[in-house]
């Protein structure tokens, strides 16, 4: 059972996806938040599987919520997918940049939504949806490329393959297959790669290709 915090500070929105995920037999609304501090104390007390945090709220916006819950060793395996109604926001990419592991916006259809729930939970890959694709590119492309660190430098040729086919959004089962590699290989070089580069989620691996050089704006394609 796939446990799930929601945190939007409109109830009817709320009342709309807990419908949606408490229809499928394999995921669970356990917690409801108001307000991005309520959703940080409801991931503490229930560690939810994942959260779906919306950006704008009262007393502490979805950002900031989104950092604390990165940012606590004791919730190292609550994923967060922030919720927008902009399919491009400034404020998504350094969302991403601080630990989200994607984002959705809020007109999604509800198979993409349970899909994504889904996918983030078990930690298999970045979501999908092109529009999650297009936001890093569109602000990747805007950072100033940085020198790689000692972390980057880490990496072997095989994990800097990998990491580039991360960033492609390809799964575990998706890299094995192109690199000829057993599942469980290739589950155990992203293992490193997270490791050697000190991130929570394939998400933060995906925005340091970017920023790194390792692929560029545009060169992922939906």
């Given at each position: 059972?796939?446990?799930?915090?929601?945190?939007?500070?409109?109830?009817?929105?709320?009342?709309?996806?807990?419908?949606?995920?408490?229809?499928?037999?394999?995921?669970?609304?356990?917690?409801?938040?108001?307000?991005?501090?309520?959703?940080?104390?409801?991931?503490?007390?229930?560690?939810?599987?994942?959260?779906?945090?919306?950006?704008?709220?009262?007393?502490?916006?979805?950002?900031?919520?989104?950092?604390?819950?990165?940012?606590?060793?004791?919730?190292?395996?609550?994923?967060?997918?922030?919720?927008?109604?902009?399919?491009?926001?400034?404020?998504?990419?350094?969302?991403?940049?601080?630990?989200?592991?994607?984002?959705?916006?809020?007109?999604?259809?509800?198979?993409?939504?349970?899909?994504?729930?889904?996918?983030?939970?078990?930690?298999?890959?970045?979501?999908?949806?092109?529009?999650?694709?297009?936001?890093?590119?569109?602000?990747?492309?805007?950072?100033?490329?940085?020198?790689?660190?000692?972390?980057?430098?880490?990496l072997t040729e095989r994990e800097r393959?990998?990491?580039?086919?991360?960033?492609?959004?390809?799964?575990?089962?998706?890299?094995?297959?192109?690199?000829?590699?057993?599942?469980?290989?290739?589950?155990?070089?992203?293992?490193?790669?997270?490791?050697?580069?000190?991130?929570?989620?394939?998400?933060?691996?995906?925005?340091?290709?970017?920023?790194?050089?390792?692929?560029?704006?545009?060169?992922?394609?939906?």
């Open positions: 059972m796939i446990r799930v915090l929601l945190a939007d500070d409109q109830t009817l929105v709320r009342a709309g996806f807990r419908s949606i995920l408490n229809d499928e037999d394999d995921l669970e609304v356990v917690a409801e938040a108001a307000n991005g501090a309520q959703a940080v104390a409801g991931s503490r007390e229930h560690r939810p599987d994942v959260v779906l945090m919306d950006i704008r709220m009262p007393e502490l916006d979805g950002l900031e919520a989104t950092r604390q819950i990165a940012g606590d060793p004791r919730l190292s395996d609550v994923k967060v997918i922030i919720l927008t109604t902009f399919d491009l926001d400034d404020y998504v990419y350094g969302a991403l940049r601080s630990g989200a592991s994607g984002f959705l916006v809020k007109d999604t259809e509800p198979e993409e939504l349970i899909h994504a729930v889904r996918v983030v939970a078990r930690g298999d890959a970045l979501i999908s949806p092109s529009v999650t694709r297009r936001l890093i590119s569109e602000f990747a492309g805007r950072v100033k490329r940085p020198e790689p660190g000692p972390e980057l430098n880490a393959e990998v990491m580039t086919l991360v960033a492609a959004g390809l799964s575990n089962d998706e890299i094995a297959a192109r690199l000829v590699l057993s599942p469980a290989t290739a589950k155990t070089h992203v293992s490193r790669i997270m490791t050697k580069l000190g991130v929570r989620d394939r998400a933060q691996v995906v925005v340091l290709a970017y920023e790194a050089g390792m692929v560029t704006p545009g060169w992922i394609t939906s």
